[in-house]
């Protein structure tokens, strides 16, 4: 055996193989750490305790002082934050204070902003890729593309100037963003933020604007009418709400219109020609599902309408405990962490000091106060959007439609989809005709029309506003915002309250109904005009001393019979909160704040003593009995212990499946429709057909509706004496991340009130609720208290990004801070933006 | 004593170099460590382990000061992971990326 000297080299053992196989190890995780793998992001970016999700933590307080530059600053402008995170913003000129909202709204919400702008846009599988082809498709179709790009075209003036002034400061922010600031979403998914631009927050409007104010009224009839008859559908999706407590005072109190219901007809025959041709592909409809929680949702649908909505009600100097005017809001929309709603301040000395709350991406307050006055919406559920049926010249690949007796051409849109890399995942071509985007649904080609995308001013028109020193100035300032329309509730110092619904809202020729597919072939069919602001439903001081609107029919058809709309949600939060402030003539703000969130049910003031009445008829039944004791002893609100109220929403679903089981699945009227029903004992629509044997009359179907209710919750929850009724243990909200991450999510949260109350959401995982609660006094010096369900800050890693859900949870609000000058303001962090 | 300084060492080059470069530094950093300074066969073992005390030691020194508890629960929830299992994974990803470019970056002969 030759001796080894030391200066030989010598293969170590396992020498190769280890090699390889190490070598093969550190390739496979240099590309999970690159590239990632399936669901797995890249784990580097992600991993890095420097520049990694771990350096979130750097960025997740706000520092004590901070400087930034952006370009077109007229002077020096001062952000200062507030034990809170609110941004007041102290700024030379209102084209500054937009650049430093567009700055601070970008620093605590970006990945929020980009991703919405998108879903507005159509433009999400450039960050999400190929599974978020159909929402965009979907998006485009509606031809929300077109729009924002027009809009933005024709925007001029102060609107103009404030949309590029945001654009300006997200993008100085994005030009200071370091590496570690990245929003973790970005390092989840791979990508980087766009930059921003007046188009993205177009985009941003436009996507508000698709959640309030889309609706298949006209669709939703014509099926009804295929299935029962022209006649019945008149009556199950009525021109008018069957109970009339409408935002404009008419009678004084709630009056319940006499109407008949007709029993179910053979169906209708041109209804069902018509539907046969235009009913959606299923792949359609699934195109609306968006990975954005609310996004494509479609609005108003029949079996959501009692559990979302928005209220805002004003109570006058006269019934006020301090002799100030009060003003309250909450709008109700789907619940998402980050929130819909980012609270700032904006003062620019002599012009405008204004407080309230904003849609990340928008260059505006939109719903607040400032030193004369106070505001609050809600959304007008007027029917704004109709179809046309075209008769086109090609229905594989129409170049033309029909119009009085001539074929005129369809303007063609080419649509491209692009995915993260930049590589085109599909194409479409979106046709246009006069009245707006075509869409080939079955054999047809209806073509849509819709206010919101032909609006503008509604920006120019909220500035405006926020400078008005008086109510009637602030709603002048008003009569220029178009879309969405919204029920516009204006308190001042000066002790006036006033409401209006204001906003575009479309004549139509002939019958002048828009809940009816029109034919296209002729322009006769098309909208003649616009309704004048003068005959836009409105209030001013009012001899009853109060306001409130809840997305009710906004007047009496007695006042105005004109169609503005159809299928109203039922007024059961409108007759709640008149009935309270009717029943307080020394209101204080601690009482706005607490009616907030009260449990009260009107629906189950209604419908109990029906149930009760019902089970009366068979005393056999013990079961039944025992159910109807319960609901009885009921005082109908949805407390955190209420046993009775899981009891009644379980029945009510018993006593729909029973009540239409005429109709197609998908259509169902609104709970409304039953009032004239309860009094019609023998109507046929009682008759639950599955059963061929009997005919049901009203009481056999809430006595069984009853039963089968408790045996449900029986068999879900045990026996009621087992505290597993209990509504704080069956009802729960689920607030998710935007992207719906559940760790980033507030998921299971039990909060009082349920369907239809003031404060409304589903009875057991829904994400929908109050999103903005603001209780303002207009006493000498103007004070507001608010919250919402999250927090000022994105970043999941600070203290900002779900801190006020205890509050929101247990129905509190936060004072506001809105000290006259910036000295008076407790600052806990300076942001001063300089020019460059 | 001396796989302890080794290790002391290469954590105070990692946790330099990824504040420097990134986390892609580190295969890089290990394979040079093993090429020009030691060859010897534990030297991955060394590299892994310095590795993630060098991020171990950028973790707790953030920790002091910002709310790393936070980011674990909520970014670790992403991956379907506890908290500490996160830290882990954390630590685990930059040791056997350190450790097997080190074992790689070994050459087949020594002196």
């Not at chain 2, 590299?47 to 920790?63: N, Q």
Request: net charge neutral.
């Amino acid at each position: 055996m030759p001796s080894r000297s030391s200066s030989e080299t010598t293969p170590l053992p396992r020498s190769r193989p280890t090699r390889l196989a190490a070598a093969a190890a550190l390739g496979a995780l240099l590309w999970l750490g690159a590239r990632g793998a399936g669901p797995i992001p890249p784990l580097g970016p992600v991993l890095d305790p420097v520049r990694g999700a771990w350096a979130l933590a750097a960025s997740a307080g706000l520092p004590a002082q901070t400087e930034a530059r952006i370009r077109g600053l007229s002077s020096d402008t001062r952000v200062l934050y507030d034990d809170r995170a609110v941004p007041h913003i102290f700024a030379a000129s209102e084209t500054d204070a937009w650049r430093a909202l567009g700055y601070v709204t970008a620093r605590d919400r970006l990945f929020q902003l980009d991703l919405q702008a998108r879903a507005g846009g159509g433009t999400l599988t450039e960050l999400l890729g190929a599974q978020a082809l159909r929402a965009d498709r979907a998006t485009r179709a509606l031809g929300m593309g077109r729009a924002a790009e027009r809009i933005v075209a024709a925007a001029t003036g102060d609107e103009r100037q404030s949309l590029e002034a945001y654009a300006a400061g997200v993008n100085a922010y994005l030009d200071a963003m370091t590496l570690r600031e990245l929003p973790l979403e970005y390092r989840l998914l791979d990508r980087r933020p766009a930059r921003w631009s007046p188009l993205r927050s177009v985009q941003v409007i436009l996507r508000m604007q698709h959640t309030l104010t889309r609706n298949d009224v006209d669709l939703e009839h014509l099926r009804a009418a295929a299935a029962v008859g022209e006649a019945a559908a008149d009556a199950l999706f009525p021109l008018h709400s069957p109970i009339q407590e409408p935002i404009q005072p008419s009678t004084g109190e709630p009056r319940q219109v006499p109407v008949t219901v007709p029993p179910p007809g053979a169906p209708d025959s041109a209804a069902t020609v018509a539907l046969a041709e235009v009913e959606p592909e299923p792949e359609a409809e699934a195109g609306l599902v968006s990975p954005l929680a609310d996004a494509g949702r479609p609005h108003r649908a029949a079996s959501d309408g009692d559990a979302l909505g928005s209220n805002n009600w004003a109570v006058a100097p006269a019934r006020t405990r301090a002799g100030a005017a009060l003003l309250a809001g909450d709008p109700h929309l789907d619940l998402t962490l980050p929130s819909v709603w980012y609270e700032a301040r904006i003062q620019v000395p002599g012009v405008v000091d204004a407080y309230g709350v904003t849609i990340p991406g928008l260059p505006a307050i939109l719903l607040g106060f400032n030193r004369d006055l106070a505001w609050s919406f809600t959304n007008s559920e007027a029917d704004l959007m109709d179809r046309w049926i075209e008769r086109v010249d090609d229905p594989a690949r129409p170049s033309r439609y029909l119009l009085d007796g001539t074929w005129v051409p369809i303007v063609p849109r080419l649509e491209a989809y692009l995915g993260p890399g930049g590589d085109t995942l599909a194409l479409d071509t979106v046709r246009f005709s006069h009245r707006g985007p075509m869409r080939r649904l079955g054999a047809r080609w209806l073509s849509t029309r819709w206010t919101a995308l032909e609006s503008s001013g509604a920006l120019g028109a909220i500035h405006r506003a926020a400078r008005a020193r008086s109510a009637s100035a602030w709603l002048d300032a008003m009569t220029t915002w178009g879309s969405p329309p919204q029920n516009l509730l204006v308190a001042d110092r000066g002790g006036t309250i006033a409401v209006r619904t204001t906003g575009r809202f479309p004549i139509r020729a002939g019958a002048g109904r828009g809940d009816r597919v029109h034919d296209g072939t002729t322009r006769a069919s098309d909208w003649i005009g616009d309704w004048a602001a003068s005959e836009w439903p409105q209030s001013t001081n009012p001899a009853q001393g109060f306001l409130a609107s809840a997305n009710q029919e906004p007047q009496d058809p007695r006042d105005q019979p004109r169609y503005l709309g159809a299928n109203w949600p039922a007024p059961w939060r409108a007759l709640r909160i008149n009935h309270l402030l009717r029943g307080d003539s020394a209101v204080t703000a601690e009482t706005m704040r607490r009616w907030q969130t009260d449990p009260g049910s009107a629906r189950a003031e209604h419908y109990v003593p029906y149930l009760v009445r019902a089970a009366r008829t068979r005393p056999a039944d013990t079961t039944l009995a025992h159910a109807a004791s319960l609901l009885a002893a009921w005082d109908r609100r949805y407390t955190l212990a209420s046993e009775a109220a899981t009891l009644f929403e379980a029945v009510m679903p018993e006593v729909t499946a029973r009540m239409w089981d005429e109709l197609p699945a998908e259509i169902l009227p609104g709970t409304g429709v039953f009032l004239p029903l309860l009094d019609d004992p023998d109507n046929v629509w009682w008759d639950d057909r599955r059963t061929r044997d009997r005919v049901e009359r009203r009481d056999d179907v809430l006595s069984d509706a009853l039963r089968a209710g408790y045996a449900a919750t029986v068999r879900a929850h045990g026996p009621p004496e087992t505290g597993g009724w209990r509504w704080s243990r069956v009802h729960h909200i689920d607030i998710d991340h935007v992207l719906g991450l559940p760790s980033l999510s507030a998921q299971g949260i039990s909060t009082s009130g349920g369907p239809s109350t003031i404060s409304p959401s589903s009875t057991t995982g829904g994400g929908e609720g109050s999103s903005w609660r603001m209780v303002v006094e207009l006493g000498p010096t103007v004070r507001g208290w608010g919250t919402y369900p999250g927090g000022q800050s994105g970043n999941p890693a600070s203290s900002r990004y779900d801190d006020r859900l205890g509050t929101w949870m247990r129905g509190e609000l936060s004072e506001l801070r809105f000290p006259p000058t910036a000295a008076e303001l407790r600052a806990s962090s300076v942001l001063l933006l300089r020019r460059p | 004593m001396r796989g302890a300084l080794a290790v002391g060492m290469f954590a105070l080059c990692a946790a330099a170099a990824t504040a420097v470069g990134g986390w892609w530094t580190i295969p890089v950093v290990a394979a040079v460590w093993m090429r020009v300074l030691s060859r010897d066969a534990a030297t991955a073992a060394i590299c892994g382990i310095g590795a993630a005390s060098g991020w171990a030691l950028l973790l707790a020194w953030d920790a002091a000061h910002e709310p790393l508890d936070t980011v674990a629960r909520r970014v670790g929830g992403v991956f379907h992971l506890p908290g500490w299992a996160f830290v882990g994974l954390t630590l685990l990803f930059v040791a056997l990326l350190a450790a097997t470019a080190a074992a790689a970056a070994r050459s087949g002969r020594v002196p």
